[in-house]
């Protein structure tokens, strides 16, 4: 007998067996065969140039023939881009939390010493319902209070208080941890005695702060609400009973309100707490102020369209979104733009080089409407050169798409510009940054001209030469949440306020000396109201009261400004721009699959139309919809349809083996029919779609409805 069939005969014995001895010393000489020596080839190996970059996440477009140069340069444009935006965003974050950091950090330092009456010093931090944002902020408070306070901090959140032990472990564990990777040292603490400790013995870390003493022991209850009542009743009475000994201090995050949190603790453990209520920054202004950052930045090489943008305001305002979900929506919107646009290359400027441009760069150029609009309106204005050379001259095509990129960051800058002008104008109609910039994105700035220069022409004296001021100092000094300063400088334009500034002081100052009050044409305090009495009728009629020479020489200086404005504030839409599918992004199908899945839809859909997802011929559907070659649980789906609240387990079987039984030419048995039913029907249980009904034992409940 060979040793192979030796082997098999062992195998075929002991597969069997419920346990056996397996001993790799017996028999080894006999049995086993020489182990083969690795061929070594002598051919050399490939080039490391040639093996894949691990780094190079994105995919080559136009079918795979895009050169590596390009998908590089894309994934580099979008990582260097959203890096710049991280920063400006986290930079937001860590701003909007300072304030809270000051009054925290300056409640524990202040707090009396109330060691004699056994209160510890606690802070309720009312974090509002954005719970992923508590992480930066008791991050930021650790670090601030470890520096400034000399305290050590040490955050629990409700996971890690499964019992009293466990969180004791993980107090002790985090105060007393060294700067090394070395758990085992961390079990026990030993004293001056030579006594060791239990690792949930607060003894230990008493023993620890005599060597190590701190001002503060601060134990941050992140999601204090999640916490069990009884277990953070029983911590606070704990640390109330040591705090002669260890100075504790709590912090509690609280997504309510410190009435509701007090209610579910006892009166004898709040009468143990001495603290103080802080509120953090609102989430709607953070989130004002990341889209202006992120959004609406002068810098930005990509702009988000008004459609995508108002979807995640919208799911932001209804779902109470965390502001994380917000940042990541905005960073998936940019990877989508250069992961799916090979035409992102031309917004690096120069460092796309001319060989690394292919044939299939210009031709995806040459197929978008703003190109067709372009040679268009050159054909029109009679400029056929431009238009033969835009046709078949690929340099002077990509020299014209430089110039119009360029054309658009100006156009970016201007209209930011504009948009202050609405905004300091103090019009409550006018007043939210986002919506004006993103119906001047989508419509261009034309209707609201309209409002403003309403609202300006009723405006008095002192608000009109307020208003002036104000704009007068945005052009100097800019917006830096909107870009740099030398964005906002217009000379002619503000030379032209200032002229209209002097004026209204002028007037105003003879107005005062004659001992008038100065008004325009358009304010109401022109408009006066007349009564007249015919035949016994009261005839009501408005008329306009006289005007002094200064009323109209006031009411000749806004309508100056108002046409002034009229002529600088108009601004075409980002879709008016030639070349505006490189830099403008406004898909919102991604961002809906996404971060607005439906599941159940796909479910039935997948279900009852297997033939979409499969692609294969047996899924076919016909007229009726039902062919024996479905799979079995697209089959049960289709019954499953055709059923009441409550479905009999027998006739559904009926039905199915009626399909794919032995009765149809292809049929299967009957054993491996049922089979496949009672695979597909715990697959529908699996999904959610039928449970075992508690009325009928050879039941089962029908849970949805298709549609519903």
Same mark, same amino acid.
């Given at each position: 007998m060979g040793p192979n069939e030796l082997l098999k005969d062992t195998y075929e014995e002991k597969q069997h067996q419920a346990a056996y001895v397996f001993d790799p010393l017996e028999e080894v000489g006999s049995t086993s065969r020489p182990a083969k020596r690795r061929k070594v080839s002598k051919k050399p190996r490939r080039p490391e140039a040639e093996e894949k970059d691990p780094w190079l996440t994105f995919q080559p477009l136009f079918n795979g023939s895009e050169n590596e140069g390009c998908v590089r340069l894309r994934q580099q444009l979008f990582e260097e881009t959203w890096s710049q935006i991280d920063k400006r965003i986290q930079c937001i974050l860590r701003e909007a939390n300072q304030s809270t950091l000051d009054k925290v950090t300056f409640f524990l330092r202040s707090t009396p010493d109330h060691v004699s009456a056994g209160k510890i010093p606690s802070a309720f931090i009312i974090t509002g319902p954005n719970l992923a944002s508590q992480d930066l902020l008791f991050e930021q408070l650790s670090?601030?209070?470890?520096?400034?306070?000399?305290?050590?901090?040490?955050r629990l959140r409700s996971g890690d208080a499964s019992n009293l032990r466990a969180v004791l472990k993980k107090i002790i564990h985090d105060v007393t941890a060294r700067e090394t990777d070395d758990e085992n040292d961390l079990e026990l603490a030993a004293g001056k005695d030579g006594r060791k400790y239990l690792n949930y013995d607060l003894e230990a870390l008493y023993t620890y702060? %005599? &060597?190590?003493?701190?001002?503060?022991?601060?134990?941050?209850?992140?999601?204090?609400?999640?916490? %069990? &009542?009884?277990?953070l009743s029983d911590l606070i009475f704990l640390f109330s009973s040591w705090l002669d000994r260890i100075p504790f201090a709590l912090l509690f995050g609280v997504a309510t309100s410190v009435e509701l949190f007090q209610a579910r603790l006892l009166k004898s453990t709040c009468q143990c707490l001495y603290g103080d209520q802080f509120d953090v920054e609102r989430s709607t202004s953070i989130i004002d102020k990341i889209f202006m950052v992120a959004v609406a930045h002068s810098e930005l090489p990509l702009r988000l369209g008004s459609s995508l943008v108002y979807s995640l305001l919208e799911r932001q305002r209804d779902q109470v979104s965390s502001i994380s979900v917000f940042v990541s929506s905005l960073k998936y919107a940019y990877m989508c733009h250069f992961y799916a646009n090979p035409l992102t290359v031309f917004l690096s400027g120069n460092d796309v080089r001319d060989e690394m441009l292919q044939s299939e760069h210009f031709e995806a150029i040459r197929c978008l409407p703003s190109f067709r609009r372009c040679v268009e309106a050159a054909v029109e204005d009679g400029e056929m050169e431009k238009a033969k050379s835009l046709l078949d001259d690929d340099q002077y095509l990509r020299t014209h798409i430089q110039s119009c990129i360029r054309e658009s960051r100006d156009w970016s800058s201007n209209l930011l510009r504009k948009l202050k002008v609405f905004l300091v104008a103090g019009d409550p109609l006018c007043s939210e940054f986002a919506k004006l910039y993103l119906n001047a994105l989508s419509r261009g700035i034309g209707f609201e001209i309209k409002k403003l220069t309403d609202f300006i022409k009723e405006m008095e004296p002192v608000h009109s030469r307020g208003f002036i001021r104000r704009v007068l100092d945005y052009n100097g000094y800019g917006d830096l949440s909107l870009g740099g300063s030398d964005l906002w400088v217009t000379k002619e334009s503000d030379l032209f306020l200032e002229n209209i500034l002097s004026g209204i002081k002028t007037t105003q100052a003879k107005a005062e000396q004659q001992g008038n009050v100065l008004r325009s044409r358009y304010s109401g305090q022109t408009k006066v109201l007349r009564t007249t009495v015919v035949a016994q009728k009261v005839q009501l009629s408005q008329d306009t009261a006289t005007l002094t020479e200064e009323d109209k020489a006031y009411t000749d200086l806004m309508d100056k400004l108002v046409e002034h404005l009229k002529e600088t504030l108009q601004c075409d839409s980002a879709k008016d721009l030639a070349f505006h599918e490189l830099w403008l992004f406004d898909s919102k199908t991604p961002y809906r699959d996404v971060?607005?899945?439906?599941p159940r839809g796909v479910v039935e859909r997948a279900l009852s139309r297997p033939h979409d997802y499969l692609n294969c011929s047996c899924c076919e559907a016909k007229e009726d919809g039902m062919t024996p070659t479905l799979p079995a649980t697209a089959i049960l789906y289709h019954l499953y349809l055709e059923t009441g609240s409550l479905i009999n387990v027998a006739d559904l079987w009926s039905a199915f083996n009626a399909m794919v039984g032995e009765e149809n030419e292809e049929g299967l048995?009957?054993?491996?029919?049922?089979?496949?039913?009672?695979?597909?029907?715990?697959?529908?249980?699996?999904?959610?779609?039928?449970?075992?009904s508690r009325k009928r034992a050879d039941h089962i409940a029908k849970l949805a409805w298709k549609g519903l």
């Open positions: 670090e601030t209070l470890q520096l400034q306070v000399d305290a050590k901090v040490v702060l %005599d &060597s190590n003493p701190r001002r503060h022991i601060v134990i941050a209850f992140q999601d204090s609400e999640a916490f %069990d &009542s009884g277990l971060f607005i899945p439906r048995e009957e054993r491996a029919a049922l089979v496949l039913f009672y695979r597909g029907l715990a697959e529908l249980r699996a999904m959610g779609f039928v449970k075992q």
